[in-house]
């Protein structure tokens, strides 16, 4: 905590206003070092009280406001402000404020104490809550009305918005330390490390929108149209950054500087309007920003502070040319502009993706004063360079939102939120963007897979399958600049004819296929002659185990011209299992073979002929899909999708009528026509499965459907004739069966692993109502 002193430090302490704070302050906190002290020196006494009275939350608000009721005083608030801020405070409401400062300095003060969880955090926010109401005549009522329940539950919600960035902040250092060391032996990671993030924390959650809730709506309504509203943010802020200084506080000379800072913290409070740009500068990265659900985007940080300060406003321009924009600048809160009181803090965010072009940027801020006038305004400059480096989706299915496609773990999933698997050859959807500072450019990206989940992109084991290079300044420009989202999977074609619709002048990115089976599978793609069907690369397919299928993991990663290297994986479900035969077939229809021939009459004699009640025939056979993962019965391992059943008279039209499933059904026999389950079994798997499936039980036929052959008798079924026979007649029929999974498979006909099976059979109707 302490520092070596500088003229200017020695300067302030010596300040005779800073003298009496800093008597007052270690007044109020002799008395509890004094008994700390004398507790040191009676061991037998100190474990008695503590044998008596355990450790109580209670007890630590006494001990706060044992310490900050003495310290706050008037006259202690009034020397501790700038001798200029004394002035204006004499025309001004402020007592309000400085009951309020007291519960700021005790809020950091608990919450700094000691290693706090955020739920933590939030019992200290609703203390702190309480505090508020009380010393403003408000008190929150026991219990909570309607009113002051939903108040609170809008001042966690708004508190867990400005914890996440720090939470993100922490797990990214966790995931990625590889850089630490290097800082750590550069000095710039020291004992003072978290500060300013922690007092990021307070000041994005004191805003606009929480003011109303955290003060009371009479009270926000009456104080916020006093010129002094916003410096008693600014005011509260410093407090709280002052009470958590004095928590972490290890000695009594900790306690002067965690004081010092807190003055100078309110003289850039107090200070003529205040404009300054601290960052971004140079050459900045943009990144996901997710406290402002902004893809890709920079952190504007700075001071925008005054004690009339009204509000103030963020822009930006291109290159330093043209007008400034405000499109895609989001503030802290949410709100339309600004709220005083930043110092050094988060002014803004810039969504840069789509809206800010890689390159040089300009930002300019600017501070209104709530007393009218030309605003004070200043700018700053930085490099954007563009970071677009994400794999979306694959084949129109894409990544879900939330977690969002930054996340590994997130799924692949369709509109109904289902997770889907994939096979044969695909199209990987995404972006390999880099590029925008000098001498940055994208070099080259590829696409790997990894067997199994993983989530470290350095992670050995990842099998290289593609690779595209940027190799002229048309190409460089496309991937820096043009394409935000393109198929990953592509190849750069050079055209050098003449200029047509399927050889344009400039270097073309086609769309190519990536085949994950050997054989190789051939995307099945219309084309418009005369441009030529998208190419099949000759790339690297999956591994042959498991029928090259099962969880895999995807990496993308581009190299630029500094070889800097970035990456996004993405967890995937492949499938190449693809049914056989056996997998699809019927193999009888009541006991009987086909292309053998049966008789309506053994289905109607049973039941007398009668045309009210079923003539049931057993349809037997299999529909199955193996599983991707032999034993894992959860989706999308277990794909299956479904089979369907059609029977038609010899010349009608294919597939003929649809049969209800598992029926028999009754006139006009309608839906439903898909089984969602398995049945029978083909006695055999994967060669190669991973996991094994251990025992496979013997092939077997299961029931597919239960067939009405009344339907089949015109006297019982006159309306459809094209299907019937009457009395006498033989003719044949064709049953024909569709077994099919949910894979996504572009290369198959209907875009999925499926398998239609055809069963002919010779019926006739000796049916008679005599017999």
Partial sequence: MAQDQTPSDRDEIENEDFRYVLKALLAAYKPVLEEDAKRAGAPDSLRKEAAGKPPSCDDELALAGRIFDKFLTEEVAIRSLPADARKQLAAANWQWCLAHIRCCIIFGWLVCRGPRTFRAYIYYLYRYWICVRQVLGTPVSTPLTNEERQDFHTLVEGFAGAYKPYLTDQLASVEFPAGLPDEILAGKIDCLEGGDETAAIFERFLNIDTAPALLGAAAFDTHSKEPFFWFCRCWCLCAIRFGCCLARARTVLDLLYCLLFYIRCLRNCFQPLTCQVIKPTGCTEEHEIPVANILRGVEIIGTAAGAFCGHYEVRWRHDSFGPFHSTGIKYPGGGPQGTCGVVNGTLAYLATTPNVPPGPVEIQLCVFSTQGGAPTCCNGHFELQRNLVYIRGIEGIDVQEPPGMFDANAPLVDGSSTVRSFGTALRIYGSALVGGCLGNNIKRYTLSFHPGFVNNPMLPGFVQFWQVDYNTPLQLDAGSNDRFEEVLSAVWREFHFPFNACSPIWDYLQDAYWST????????????????????????????????????????????????????????????????????????????????????????????????????????????????????????????????????????????????????????????????????????????????????????????????????????????????????????????????????????????????????ICICNHASRKD
């Fill in 517 to 760: 089976q050997v054989p190789v599978a051939h995307p099945v793609v219309p084309s418009e002659p005369p441009c030529p069907p998208p190419a099949l690369w000759n790339s690297v397919p999956l591994p042959l185990i498991n029928c090259q299928s099962g969880r895999y993991t995807l990496r993308l990663m581009t190299e630029d011209t500094a070889a800097g290297i970035k990456y996004d994986t993405q967890h995937v479900w492949f499938d190449n299992k693809e049914m056989p035969h056996s997998h699809a077939h019927i193999s009888q229809i009541a006991g009987v073979d086909p292309c053998a021939n049966i008789d309506l009459a053994d289905f109607g004699k049973p039941v007398g002929f009668d045309c009210g009640q079923p003539w049931p025939a057993r349809l037997l056979g299999v529909a199955f899909d193996e599983l991707i993962e032999e034993g894992n019965f959860a989706p999308p391992s277990n794909n299956f999708g479904g089979y369907s059943l059609w029977i038609k008279k010899d010349g009608a039209p294919d597939p003929g009528v649809p049969v209800p499933i598992p029926g028999p059904g009754v006139p006009p026999w309608g839906p439903p026509f898909v089984g969602t389950s398995r049945v029978g079994d083909p006695g055999s798997r994967c060669a190669n499965a991973s996991p094994p499936p251990g025992i496979i039980p013997p092939a077997s036929d299961g029931i597919l459907a239960i067939l009405d052959m009344r339907r089949l008798d015109h006297d019982c079924n006159p309306s459809e004739p094209d299907l019937t026979l009457k009395r006498g007649e033989c003719c044949g029929y064709v049953l024909t069966l569709l077994v099919w999974d949910t894979s996504i498979c572009p290369s198959l006909s209907g875009d999925r692993h499926q398998r239609i099976h055809t069963f002919p």
